[in-house]
């Protein structure tokens, strides 16, 4: 996903309010909207949809529902979750992955880490505790991006080429890559480091 695709769908997008509705009543005689999900079990179900059309279903029909509890984890979000189940990667509880992002076969997601949308992580790739994968950044193939690495992405800066980083990269822990960085095959980012430049294949710094 490139730049302009990235814009393009941050500017158009819905916002939605995600909820899971438990709901004790007669589900099959209200409307909560074509997008909707609903599940009935035995005297009453589950409804998955935006709360802004579930929401006046429930408060328009009273005398139809007897108790309800909403369960939410957003609020105006414009862009869902990845949908993961289906990766042949390990993806970590507490990962937080936006629809867009592409994960190759075998890659690890560490519990805290957040990827942006349009990013790219290669096969094979470790993706380490509360790293932060900006918005459009590509990461290659057998890298390793240590724990609280920020790789900055393309959506506050849409003027910015996104980030680079090729095969058997290692960026130690709580280093920071900026904007429009090429990172060469084989090159090795100590802990800590601002990287504000290109760095060539089989570079230390």
Known sequence: MDNNSIHDLLKTAKKKTLVKAYIQGELADIDFGEESKIILLGDGGIVIGNWDDIKPAI???PNLIKD??????RRNSIIDL????NLNARIEPGAFIRAGVTIEDDAVIMMGACINIGAHIGERTLVDMNAVI???ATIGKRCHIGAGV?????ISSPSASPVI???DVVIGPNAVIMESIKIGKGAVIRAGSIVTKNVAEGEVI
């Open 68 to 73: 309800y509890y909403i369960e939410n984890d």
């Open 165 to 167: 980083i090729e095969d």
């Open 59 to 61: 408060e328009h029909h």
């Open 134 to 136: 900006g918005g459009g």
């Open 150 to 154: 920020v790789i900055k992405g393309v």
């Open 82 to 85: 990845l949908d993961t189940k």
